[in-house]
């Protein structure tokens, strides 16, 4: 009873405690099986029920049913239980495990795990990262912003015509009056790309994206909601910031792309060893 | 035996690999994000959210075949692309702006881990159905959804096997997994630009009548580390806010529960009276109120608001409720009318101001959001992005509108009731935990069924026409209160500014409705539903007597497309209640948008894999999607502490109670 207990306890150990115990247990696994002389190879044509097998599969029955097996149940449990042992050992012997989608799937990730395994526990040291972030300025760029002042109207002629009468306008400051009715900033003052994207959206921002910043009222630009006369004053196109205020993205970025890497390097090298004949 | 040696090796990198996420992040990150950005004057715009998110934490997503988990959920709601399990890439066009992942508290992670255990270890514990279990979730994605159908009936019915009961020896495992997922949080948690909510779900289900919530913390891991995720096993909603209530004064941080999912609850979500049937006491409302400020109207899993036996009168009632309505979660009893009551969000705002009248608190005082409920570590809201409740039904599954569900299908329930999910939006000062948690907190919230319709709303007693020329937003803050806030009753009718803009990439308006909810003079708690603003309202579609003409459709069932020919960009009204009268008692007042009919996920799915609907998911696959806001009650008496500085005196004139 009281071995019973302790291999419990082992057992949770190596659930909270992944590989060290992992493989201490293994290689005990290993010497017992040695010593007792098992055969743990799948494709053995010995099965041995062992009266502790058949203690579990009564325990199991019980855990479900809420009762203990009767003998004839019980025995039903493990003709069950050798039926699926033999035709999963015949299942391997016949190489279906290679003919099932599901089980080349998982198999390979598994292999892709193993090779990405070591990138996603390992601390980049600061030049690792310095390189890394030198390399791709682009990826930790601040976002774009944009300053403009628009004038919405929700007919396309009236909104050309709108353009062309801002451009005549003398006043600097009389142009928010001339805009249909519409629940969004008249002007945006450096406004990140993400809340354009929010709050004007995609056609919108894809227009915009067409324009140079000017002094001239330029479009109409249509968006969700209708149509926009936009003067765009300025667009900052986003800096990137020192090393040390996106560190951590940085760290991120270098780890998901050297998983990628390892994951693709392992294949390569594995892939080199085969020929690859594809009939036309 | 090389080959089993291997298998240990590569269980135990997995196992290292999924726990290797934690890294350094600075102060900003894991705080609450106070002081730590600029803020607005006044909230200025919404923030847009999901508060609902399972990833390969949550015992059933895993089981169901996800294999994403918290870090590539974050990627995906910030707006990074990310490959979903079934192997299709998937980015958000518009990313969130917060995110809370709230994984099962039950078995946090005890999927995962039973699944990465080694074999021999599983079988060494000696239990043959987590043994079970184990290999069917290693056989196949049907067999893993076999192995969690099971798993989550024999919680149901209370007979998990005593290896995933264990407190103690599940306790330090939930401890690793549930601080590795709040140092993730807090490297993903960038004030200014994307929030990440600590959180996780409480799915108490007694007897399969869903109580589930979803709890969010408003702090970084400085303060939620010290504790663990609260078990819906063997506890009450009570526990819950003691526990809630314990974290706050143990940490000086908050927290605050969501309920959803009330239309699966046969009643219970509700009630007006106490879970165990006796007379609510003001204790428990005050408790609930202060716990609870929001509930979840819309999400996968059905729709909420409101069913059509409960009201009657509204014509655009019962959206997203066919199928749910059966019964509760695993349909394993079914709901009878007199159950609805305690289902449906518009008859709980009811409830509640009749029990205020009672009781002198208001335990049903919410605001409203929506949310995913997404059990595949993404984020998607929109119709045309739906990714599946659940793994087994992502995209991949091109039959998926047609075919059964896990819950009850032999009863009725099918792939096309699911709904493709909703989002939260907040009306926040900046995007920072801080500023989103209080917005949930003073209920100014308001949810959709996924399209990102800007939704304002203002109550006062001075408000006209005129306002909506200059800077109405600041006279809304000045001169009234905003969506979630409470508006003394000045013995007078209330006014309301409101204003719904469309999705900017989404569909045109049809029209902006008014639901009020009141408590008579004589007692009886009513509801009316007014059209108060439309598109084309003077024109085509002026009333025809007292309705409002349809709308129209321009959904082409074919392709799967639609235009915005018809509805409007936006809507606009100054509304005084015509039937407010002095005398009335309690009231509450929320506003519902529609957009234009447009598809639904379902027709998309038709068109992109070339299947045929059958007749009843076709009849279903046009609809009109929505938001709600939160409601703004009118009240009689102020509560203590509640109301704004500059509130009116309290009126005394008796009221016939």
């Known amino acids: 009873m009281s071995a019973q207990v302790s291999v419990n306890d082992k057992a949770r150990n190596w659930l909270k405690e992944p590989l060290v115990h992992f493989l201490i247990g293994g290689l005990l696994i290993y010497a017992m099986f040695a010593w007792r002389g098992e055969p743990v190879d799948p494709a053995s044509r010995t099965i041995e029920i062992s009266r502790a097998d058949r203690a579990q599969l009564s325990l199991g029955f019980e855990r479900m049913m809420g009762r203990s097996p009767t003998d004839a149940e019980l025995d039903s449990q493990v003709k069950r239980f050798v039926r699926e042992e033999v035709l999963y050992r015949e299942a391997l012997r016949l190489g279906l495990d290679g003919n099932d989608g599901v089980v080349r799937r998982r198999l390979s990730q598994k292999m892709d795990l193993l090779a990405a395994a070591q990138a996603e526990t390992a601390l980049p040291s600061d030049e690792t990262l310095q390189e890394w972030y030198d390399a791709h300025p682009e990826r930790f760029a601040d976002a774009s912003q944009y300053t403009l002042d628009q004038v919405f109207k929700s007919e396309m002629g009236q909104a050309k015509e709108r353009v062309a009468s801002l451009n005549s306008m003398t006043k600097a400051d009389d142009w928010k009056g001339s805009s249909d009715p519409i629940s969004l900033p008249a002007s945006l003052s450096q406004m990140p790309r993400k809340e354009v994207l929010d709050r004007f959206g995609e056609q919108f921002l894809a227009n915009i994206d067409a324009l140079k910043p000017g002094k001239q009222w330029q479009g109409p630009v249509q968006s969700g909601f209708g149509y926009h006369a936009v003067r765009l004053r300025a667009l900052d196109v986003g800096e990137v910031p020192p090393l040390d205020e996106v560190r951590d993205r940085v760290e991120n970025d270098w780890r998901t792309a050297t998983i990628e890497k390892r994951k693709e390097r392992g294949y390569a090298i594995l892939r080199d060893a085969y020929t690859i004949e594809i009939a036309e | ?36 950005i600029e803020l607005a004057e006044f909230p200025d715009r919404p923030y847009w959210g999901d508060t609902h998110l399972h990833t390969d934490n949550s015992v059933d997503a895993f089981g169901f075949g996800v294999r994403l988990g918290p870090e590539d959920a974050l990627k995906f709601a910030r707006g990074d692309e990310v490959t979903a399990t079934t192997g299709a890439q998937a980015k958000l066009a518009r990313p969130l702006d917060f995110l809370v992942i709230a994984d099962h508290s039950d078995g946090l992670g005890a999927t995962r881990r039973l699944y990465d255990a080694p074999r021999l270890g599983v079988q060494a514990m000696g239990d043959e159905t987590m043994l079970r279990w184990y290999d069917m979730m290693h056989e196949s994605p049907q067999q893993s959804q076999r192995a969690i159908g099971e798993l989550i009936s024999a919680a149901a019915a209370g007979t998990l096997p005593e290896a995933m009961m264990d407190a103690e020896a599940n306790e ?17 948690n960038e004030p200014g630009v994307f929030t990440a909510f600590g959180g996780f779900e409480y799915s108490l289900m007694p007897g399969g009548n869903n109580l589930h919530r979803v709890v969010m913390f408003r702090d970084g891991s400085d303060r939620t580390k010290q504790v663990l995720p609260y078990p819906g096993l063997a506890t009450t909603p009570e526990g819950l806010w003691d526990y809630m209530d314990g974290y706050a004064e143990a940490t000086g941080g908050e927290a605050l529960a969501i309920p959803h999912n009330s239309n699966l609850s046969n009643g219970d979500m509700f009630e007006l009276t106490m879970p165990d049937g006796g007379p609510m006491t003001a204790e428990y409302a005050r408790k609930r109120a202060r716990s609870e400020p929001v509930v979840e109207a819309t999400q996968i899993k059905g729709d909420s608001e409101t069913h059509p036996f409960l009201s009657p009168n509204d014509e655009m009632a019962g959206f997203g409720v066919t199928g749910w309505e059966l019964g509760n979660l695993p349909l394993s009893a079914k709901t009878s009318n007199d159950m609805l009551a305690g289902n449906y969000i518009r008859s709980a705002l009811k409830r509640g101001i009749s029990l205020e009248e009672k009781l002198g608190v208001n335990p049903y005082a919410f605001g409203l959001i929506g949310s995913t409920d997404s059990h595949t570590s993404l984020a998607t809201g929109d119709e045309d992005n739906f990714y599946g409740k659940h793994t087994g039904n992502e995209p991949a599954v091109e039959d998926r509108a047609n075919a059964g569900q896990n819950l009850g299908t032999r009863v009725g329930r099918f792939g096309w009731h699911y709904l493709a999910g909703g989002y939260a939006a907040a009306w926040a000062r900046g995007n920072t935990r801080a500023e989103i948690f209080d917005a949930f907190k003073r209920r100014e919230v308001y949810a959709t069924t996924g399209p990102r319709m800007t939704v304002r709303l203002f109550a006062g007693f001075d408000f006209s026409e005129e306002d909506w020329d200059g800077d109405w937003v600041k006279r809304g803050y000045n001169n009234g209160v905003p969506m979630g806030g409470k508006l003394v009753d000045k013995k007078q009718a209330p006014t309301f ?34 059209d108060v603003v439309w598109s084309d309202m003077e024109g085509d579609r002026a009333l025809q007597g007292n309705k409002v003409p349809k709308v129209g459709d321009t959904v082409n069932r074919e392709d799967a497309s639609y235009t915005n020919t018809i509805g409007a960009p936006e809507l606009r009204a100054t509304w005084t209640d015509p039937d407010y009268k002095w005398g009335q008692k309690q009231a509450f007042y929320y506003v519902r948008v529609l957009e234009i009919p447009t598809p639904r996920w379902t027709l998309f799915d038709a068109k992109r894999f070339g299947i045929t609907l059958s007749p009843a998911a076709m009849a279903d696959a046009v609809a009109q999607e929505r938001a709600y806001s939160s409601p703004i009650w009118l009240t009689i008496e102020p509560e203590k502490g509640e109301n704004e500085p500059d509130a009116p005196a309290t009126m005394d004139e008796d009221t016939d109670a």
């Open chain 2, 172 to 188: 330090e495992g939930t401890r690793e997994i549930w601080e590795t997922h709040l140092d993730t949080l807090d490297r993903y």
């Open chain 2, 1 to 36: 035996m090389r080959k089993s040696l291997t298998k240990w090796a590569l269980t135990g990198a997995a196992t290292l690999a999924l726990a290797a996420c934690s890294g350094t992040s600075d102060e900003a990150q894991s705080g609450d994000g106070e002081g730590t």
């Open chain 2, 497 to 530: 500014l409101i204003s719904a803009l469309k999705d900017p990439d989404g569909a045109n308006l049809d029209r902006v409705q008014v639901v009020k909810g009141w408590v008579d003079q004589f007692d009886v708690v009513r509801e009316k539903v007014y």
